[in-house]
């Protein structure tokens, strides 16, 4: 780490892409990563993928912090045995994270976590929230759960959200009404929170698998009084993932109208970006400067993730 001049908190958030061990899990749909599957995921394809994500995590934030981030919201998390060998690998060891990982009922057996440092954040409570609707049949149709996490940062209460909304595999239209879904059940979480503390800082973080001007995002951008500052940073030419040569927002990091008050506050909103160093690109072919991806189909490529990750800084003092 460079010596400089510690003014800013990096908050971070990553979809890091089917992050599976390699035992096989009776109760959830993880056959495609296992050794002897067709994509035959091995310790040795298993341990890369957890040093290539542990180097992208200790590096993601702005040149003013010299930190790795304090708190890194996590998408595609098989259970706590990953999270344990991902904290613990070589990269990460020294930052001393802990984590917050509830199973959910997703039928692939992928949830959301929460890494943190307990030295600087101090989580007091932490619960997990499932989302209701069913499908065609009128049958519970299963999704990730959404995650709280509540602690105290600079003697600041703070309430993190993080997310992984369904999907748009089956069509953006037809899955719609389920992210809008997850959309109410956010507003509700915090309705709840602020009949506590009406002064709660709220961060809600995820993959919406929506984009900044969809409905979903823009129901708890105006329901729950939220700042979105990825509104203004995706474009054409930048955002977290790519589909059909087209970026996407999907990843997004959005705070409480009260981070904006700096005059008032030990910590406020400085900046906001995608990180997308080149390392994690795609350096050649017609894919070049899309997210380097592990898996493309069933050929193993042996990159980072088809995302990029995205982060807040927040101003300290």
Request: charged share 30%; hydrophobic share 30%.
């Amino acid at each position: 780490m460079t010596d400089k001049n510690i003014d800013s908190y990096t908050i971070a958030f990553y979809n890091i892409e089917n992050l599976f061990d390699t035992v096989d899990d009776p109760r959830t749909n993880d056959d495609d990563f296992l050794p002897f599957s067709k994509k035959r995921w091995t310790k040795k394809r298993y341990t890369n993928k957890l040093i290539k994500i542990g180097n992208v995590i200790s590096e993601i934030g702005d040149d003013s912090s010299s930190y790795a981030p304090i708190i890194v919201g996590l998408a595609e998390i098989e259970n706590k045995t990953v999270l344990s060998d991902l904290v613990n690998i070589k990269t990460l060891k020294d930052e001393e994270y802990s984590f917050v990982h509830f199973d959910s009922s997703d039928e692939r057996g992928i949830d959301v976590a929460l890494l943190y440092k307990s030295e600087i954040f101090k989580v007091y409570n932490s619960d997990s929230f499932s989302v209701y609707f069913e499908d065609e049949l009128g049958q519970r149709d299963y999704t990730r759960d959404i995650l709280l996490v509540q602690g105290k940062l600079e003697n600041e209460n703070i309430s993190i959200l993080v997310n992984h909304w369904s999907s748009r595999r089956e069509g953006e239209e037809e899955t719609k009404h389920k992210r809008l879904a997850a959309a109410h059940k956010v507003n509700a979480i915090i309705e709840n929170i602020h009949l506590t503390n009406p002064d709660e800082k709220i961060i809600v973080m995820g993959d919406f698998n929506d984009n900044p001007d969809d409905d979903s995002i823009r129901l708890i951008e105006t329901e729950s009084q939220l700042f979105n500052p990825f509104k203004t940073i995706w474009s054409r030419d930048k955002g977290s993932l790519n589909h059909n040569f087209q970026w996407n927002l999907f990843d997004q990091i959005l705070c409480s109208t009260n981070f904006l008050n700096s005059a008032d506050s030990p910590i406020s909103f400085k900046t906001a970006d995608i990180f997308n160093n080149k390392f994690l690109t795609q350096y050649h072919g017609k894919y070049k400067g899309q997210p380097f991806r592990t898996y493309v189909g069933k050929r193993y490529k042996g990159g980072y993730s088809d995302h990029f990750p995205v982060y807040l800084s927040l101003k300290k003092g």
